[in-house]
């Protein structure tokens, strides 16, 4: 089975089961923007560019956007589930909190256990935690000194040491995100700013582990994308911005009835992974590239890690380029994702 329908199909059960009652569509007052939303019993799901939620749900909160905060009103009795670029919880949450961000700022009461997939974990003088902390991050977490968490507090996979600092405060925070957001969009007055993940140092390295966890559990996938990347680039590049470009739009189409909304919450969050899997994929099939030019220095697995090292450095300073880091970033996600169908699709009997 190829990859991205191995990804639908994943979302889809994770996600299907609790969509089939009624639907009631709608911006509310809790979404700003452009946003759609949808309730079965008392669980709420929501998606926006940027979603601030400030009012009480009797059940599980599901929530994705670029920004998604939930302010001091937000009061949320069952779990809550929350895809975003960066995350700001100020509410009270009754059951457990799961969060998939590049940022997260906790400042509000979680009476269950607290879960972070990310690069940056913060929380604030406000925060109450009664759970445990688990996260998932290439850096230790930020934690103020007026935080109180009861339970243990455990950093996993690259976080190698957990510290206590001095949180901003939570209204600067949201304010700094909010521009730096409305910094990286189109603007004629300051030119081209990249329309996706701007890659730090911590990114590099996470990313960089991916491809390379990719490479070991794919290897014949991976040649085959590293033989794209050589052949086929221009194909692969096409197939990827087909995707990037058209699954927006396909969202907007299906959300326009109601029926759809369910699938139209389910593109909306293939958008960002596409992206991901893109990146991972670029640096697996360019690293592979690397490793077998270097001769006998390439072979193995640490020629093949090596590769991989290279690859990421060279994209990660490309994306840094002003202006031409954009184009830099969209080659590289847009030729990934095409890469990802030339390597997983059947080979001819």
Not at 90 to 99: A, R, T, V
Not at 326 to 349: D, K, N
């Amino acid at each position: 089975m190829r990859g991205i329908e191995i990804a639908v199909l994943t979302l889809m059960a994770l996600m299907g089961a609790g969509l089939a009652p009624a639907f009631a569509q709608g911006p509310s007052e809790a979404a700003t923007g452009r946003a759609v939303e949808w309730q079965t019993g008392d669980d709420v799901f929501a998606a926006a560019e940027e979603l601030t939620f400030d009012r009480k749900v009797k059940g599980v909160l599901t929530a994705a956007g670029q920004i998604v905060i939930l302010t001091r009103d937000a009061k949320i009795g069952g779990d809550t589930w929350i895809a975003a670029r960066r995350v700001a919880v100020e509410g009270e949450l009754e059951g457990d909190l799961s969060i998939r961000a590049q940022e997260a700022l906790i400042n509000g009461a979680v009476k269950g256990n607290v879960t972070f997939y990310g690069l940056d974990l913060s929380f604030g003088p406000d925060a109450e935690i009664a759970g445990n902390v688990t996260y998932y991050s290439p850096s230790a977490a930020r934690i103020d000194k007026g935080a109180k968490v009861a339970g243990e507090i455990n950093g996993e996979d690259f976080a190698v040491s957990r510290s206590i600092e001095q949180a901003e405060p939570r209204g600067s925070m949201r304010e700094t995100w909010r521009q730096e957001h409305m910094n990286e969009r189109w603007d004629d007055r300051s030119g081209l700013a990249a329309p996706g993940y701007r890659m730090t140092a911590p990114g590099a390295v996470f990313f960089g582990a991916l491809a390379v966890a990719f490479s070991f559990l794919a290897p014949a996938a991976t040649a085959r994308m590293r033989d794209g990347l050589a052949g086929e680039w221009a194909i692969a590049f096409g197939l990827g911005f087909l995707w990037l470009a058209g699954l927006p739009v396909l969202t907007v189409v299906v959300a326009i009835s109601i029926i759809g909304l369910p699938i139209a919450f389910l593109l909306l969050l293939l958008w960002p992974l596409g992206m991901i899997f893109g990146l991972v994929a670029t640096l697996a099939a360019l690293g592979d590239t690397i490793s077998s030019r270097i001769g006998e220095f390439g072979q193995g697995a640490l020629g093949r890690i090596g590769g991989i090292f290279l690859a990421t450095a060279i994209v990660w300073i490309g994306i840094s380029i002003p202006i031409l880091g954009a184009l830099v970033w969209l080659a590289a996600v847009a030729s990934g994702i095409g890469l990802l169908y030339i390597g997983f699709r059947r080979e001819p009997v």
